[in-house]
T-cell receptor, first 113, second 114 residues
Framework: QKEVEQDPGPLSVPEGAIVSLNCTYSNSAFQYFMWYRQYSRKGPELLMYTYSSGNKEDGRFTAQVDKSSKYISLFIRDSQPSDSATYLCAMSVGSGTGNQFYFGTGTSLTVIP | EPEVTQTPSHQVTQMGQEVILRCVPISNHLYFYWYRQILGQKVEFLVSFYNNEISEKSEIFDDQFSVERPDGSNFTLKIRSTKLEDSAMYFC????????????FGNGTRLTVT
């Protein structure tokens, strides 16, 4: 079983739709959760960073963490064509100095004008 | 907003040659990383670096690869004797407090080995 599972899509929605992106994980020790947006041939750009369970909102973006279900979500409201990108989830335990960032495979999103 | 910068943005090299990819992490960050992404595939961890030494490396990071922090600002990845399968995007990343803080990526170096 992979540490982090993410549906690769592709996901296609009309402009203005609400988008829901999700990841599940197996390690209950994960405490820090990140969402990245990656445009083609660019580096992943940090969108949201949350610690433990709960919601965090930033503009049109809302990140949710449900540790009991080992499930995280990113919601995009009023989606725009500029939101078309690949979205990566990532998470970490939060201790140690080594490679403890675990990434999903990414979900490809297209927002159609 | 501070950012991770990488140079060059694109490097073309012939098989067997050595390349050095350069990165300037965010200035107050203490943990540095290299990741690789082959076109259309997932981001893969190569190596992490803290306190002037490698803290962890993946199976990909074999003797062909080395990292160095030659001064107070730069962080480099050297690939000796490049192979065709080394063609990929290479991303440098940094974090302030390791895995207790978010990872910030540069825009990558696209390495093409011919």
């Amino acid at each position: 079983q992979k540490e982090v599972e993410q549906d690769p899509g592709p996901l296609s929605v009309p402009e203005g739709a609400i988008v829901s992106l999700n990841c599940t994980y197996s390690n209950s020790a994960f405490q820090y959760f990140m969402w990245y947006r990656q445009y083609s041939r660019k580096g992943p750009e940090l969108l949201m960073y949350t610690y433990s369970s709960g919601n965090k909102e930033d503009g049109r973006f809302t990140a949710q963490v449900d540790k009991s279900s080992k499930y995280i979500s990113l919601f995009i409201r009023d989606s725009q064509p500029s939101d078309s990108a690949t979205y990566l989830c990532a998470m970490s335990v939060g201790s140690g100095t080594g490679n403890q960032f675990y990434f999903g495979t990414g979900t490809s999103l297209t927002v159609i004008p | 907003e501070p950012e991770v910068t990488q140079t060059p943005s694109h490097q073309v090299t012939q098989m067997g040659q050595e390349v050095i990819l350069r990165c300037v992490p965010i200035s107050n960050h203490l943990y540095f990383y290299w990741y690789r992404q082959i076109l259309g595939q997932k981001v893969e961890f190569l190596v992490s670096f803290y306190n002037n030494e490698i803290s962890e490396k993946s199976e990909i990071f074999d003797d062909q690869f080395s990292v160095e922090r030659p001064d107070g600002s730069n962080f480099t990845l050297k690939i000796r004797s490049t192979k065709l399968e080394d063609s990929a995007m290479y991303f440098c990343a940094s974090s302030e407090l390791g895995t207790s803080s978010p990872l910030h990526f540069g825009n990558g170096t696209r390495l093409t080995v011919t």
